[in-house]
């Protein structure tokens, strides 16, 4: 789960940032409900594309027996499941990456949030021809505990120096902000 400090950024760059989003590892849709929000609010037409795989998880505040199902109706219950295309799917599989290219292209996200399992660098080999240059990215669990944490951090260490990452800073309880460099 992401802070409210981590919400009110994803707001921020929905409703300021150009370009549309892409969303990986929604859960029940509290990243997705910001982004929709600062995206209606805009004033431009953004495509919200989020993939969520779904299956339940046994979470100790806010547990869900059928996350793609607590998904849709918490977007329906916030007014802006039109304005969100879900995918059920896992990001990696050929399924999702077509149906993403189809409905993105080349340079066109402005936005990307990934809070799903410990492999962002993979997403990004798959995704990363569909950022914009200086496109925003939001990445939970960068420290901390969680035994997603340490690949993630050595992954966008890695991209860093590479060039392929900028770090902006890091927010509410382990959240990397940065932006894209297209090559
Ligand atoms: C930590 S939760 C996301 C929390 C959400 N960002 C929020 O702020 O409430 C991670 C979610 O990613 C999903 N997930 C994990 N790996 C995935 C993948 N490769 N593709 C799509 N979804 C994935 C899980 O099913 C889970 O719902």
Known sequence: MLHLDVLLLIYHF???????????GPYIGG???????GARESGTPKKIISVEAGGRLKHRRIPSRNIFKDL???LTRFGVSESVTLINGYSYQETT???????LGRGEVGLFIFDADDNVR??????G?????CCW???????GPCVKAAPRQAQVKELVS????????????STWVGQWRQK
């Open 97 to 103: 990456i077509s149906a993403i290219q189809q409905m």
């Open 122 to 127: 993979r997403d990004l080999d798959c995704y």
């Open 31 to 37: 990243s997705t409900i910001a982004a929709a929000f």
């Open 162 to 173: 590479d060039g392929r990452l900028v770090p902006f800073g890091f927010y509410g309880w």
């Open 137 to 143: 990215l939001v990445i939970d669990d960068y420290f």
């Open 72 to 74: 849709k109706k918490n």
């Open 129 to 133: 021809d569909l950022l914009a240059d």
């Open 14 to 24: 929905a409703k300021f940032g150009s370009g549309n989003i892409l969303e990986i």
